[in-house]
């Protein structure tokens, strides 16, 4: 199995130098239909953001409520008071179209990948923190030590609060936006605090998932861009010395 | 690798295989239920017919939410239109007395109805949230027909698949399915939180479809057509919406 690869962080296990799977293929496909979903819901996202950058708390909200908080950015609506003296072009239309088709291709990806993470024991084996690990000792050897083997354990509670907080969140908070989703489970709406209170969730889950993203891909770079990058495209990784800078 | 590969070729045949011709058994045990809607082709009609299916097998009879009195907004807001055309205004200078609503297409007996006989049908009122796709959105009470009772007087006929409702602004009409047209909260309504209804808000008549976003609920309506088939209406996208970029099915 190519999980026996994967060391735990204070074991002895050598990798050869001969290429050996980083990443299962699952793995590694459904990152990256993940990420470039990630990347069509935010730029649509933003899109459909710029046609009313005001937020509110509770059931609804419109330019004649005062907002909870709005964003120094200018609109693609006239009817929006922004501050600037132009009008953004209204881009709203493909934009939601591909915020939901990529919205669904993403639950199915993620469907997938629990699916495999949960039956194949990489949930288990690499994503929950091992015994003992949630120390201060190994959160600081976390900090120094750069094991391309074997995720850390702020690695492995990143990703478990991304999975499992963070896009459950996001899927629960757009499909509260939806008034056919509200007909059918109108609580799940209400617990929120409402469809305005949904939606300003959204917001703030969406970017908590940038935030993820941004440092993701600044670990990435640190970390060593070539050879992360070809461990999750094409699953090779060679010696761990090569790793260590 | 040559082994390992011609095993993985193999299945990724399989899979692949599997894969198309499960996309193919479920399109048309979609097209068969009525389950792809008329935008349902091009780019984003996977997402769309997805979004479509799922919603008419989970909400094809559920209850948009209705709120108390204390949630009415203090300050709702009506979108701006189009500038009203001439039509209109002549309309409005005889206190609406003379706007009519048009029932026809696949019906037995087509007609067409005042105000005042619209006012006639059983009145039905609901205090509902109705929101705009832009984001913003306010909850106001809403009296009317429902349109399921219309539809009843005008005796649909039995292969009417969608009800397809016109604006007397040019180029703006708008249709729903069978689901949402017999809905009991599907209104042609009148009335707007004990008032008649405001001409910025849709009145002297709009068509209010509770279940889905504001563009869907048409204001001014003048025309309402029964059929089996978009096809032959526009460009056959169902709506002006996906001819202007926006989705037809607007429950998301």
């Not at chain 2, 479920?26 to 780019?43: E, K, Q």
Request: hydrophobic residues 45%.
């Amino acid at each position: 199995m190519a999980d026996s690869v994967w060391a735990p962080a204070s074991g002895s296990f050598t990798p050869a130098a001969t290429a050996r799977s980083r990443h299962s293929a699952v793995v590694r496909a459904t990152h990256w239909i993940t990420a470039l979903c990630f990347l069509a819901l935010l730029v649509s996202g933003v899109e459909i953001l710029l046609s009313h950058p005001r937020f509110y708390w509770g059931e609804a909200g419109n330019v004649l409520t005062p907002p909870l908080f709005r964003l120094p950015l200018p609109s693609s609506r006239a009817t929006v008071p922004t501050g600037y003296g132009y009008v953004l072009p209204d881009q709203n239309g493909w934009s939601r179209y591909l915020h939901f088709q990529a919205a669904w291709f993403a639950v199915l990806t993620g469907l997938v990948y629990f699916a495999y993470i949960w039956q194949s024991g990489h949930f288990r084996r690499n994503l929950l923190p091992a015994r003992g690990e949630l120390s201060r000792r190994s959160i600081s050897m976390a900090l120094t030590k750069n094991d391309p083997w074997s995720y850390n354990v702020l690695q492995r509670l990143t990703y478990l609060f991304v999975i499992l907080v963070l896009f459950p969140l996001v899927i629960w908070t757009g499909l509260a936006m939806s008034p056919g989703f509200a007909s059918a489970i109108p609580d799940a709406v209400s617990v929120l605090g409402g469809q305005q209170s949904a939606r300003t969730l959204h917001f703030f889950v969406s970017v908590l998932l940038v935030l993820f993203f941004a440092v993701h891909v600044a670990m990435v770079i640190a970390a060593g861009f070539r050879t992360r990058m070809r461990a999750m495209i094409t699953g090779q990784a060679s010696s761990s010395n090569e790793e260590l800078r | 690798m040559s082994t390992v590969s011609r095993r993985s070729m193999i299945t990724a045949g399989l899979s692949v295989a599997g894969g198309a011709s499960g996309l193919a058994g479920a399109a048309t045990v979609a097209r068969r239920y009525g389950l792809i809607p008329p935008d349902g082709g091009g780019l984003y009609g996977p997402g769309e017919t997805l979004t479509y299916a799922a919603q008419r097998l989970l909400t094809r009879h559920s209850m948009a939410r209705e709120f108390p009195t204390e949630q009415i907004s203090k300050t709702p807001f009506a979108n701006a239109v189009d500038p009203l055309g001439d039509a209109f205004k002549k309309l409005q200078a005889g206190g609406f007395a003379e706007w009519r609503l048009a029932v026809d297409g696949m019906v037995a007996r087509p007609a067409s109805f005042s105000i005042a006989e619209i006012r006639s049908f059983p009145v039905s009122s609901q205090i509902t949230h109705l929101a705009c796709e832009e984001g913003w959105s306010y909850i106001a009470q809403w009296t009317g027909a429902p349109l399921s009772q219309v539809l009843q007087r005008v005796e649909i006929l039995p292969q009417a698949r969608y009800v397809v409702y016109r604006s007397i602004q040019p180029d703006w009409w708008e249709s729903v399915d069978m689901a949402d047209a017999m809905h009991p909260q599907t209104l042609v309504a009148y009335g707007l939180n004990g008032s008649e209804l405001p001409v910025g808000f849709g009145g002297p008549l709009r068509l209010r479809v509770p279940r889905q976003l504001g563009y869907k609920s048409v204001k001014y309506i003048t025309r309402i057509t029964v059929t089996d088939s978009l096809k032959s209406f526009g460009k056959g996208l169902g709506s002006a919406s996906p001819e202007g970029g926006y989705a037809w099915y607007a429950g998301i």
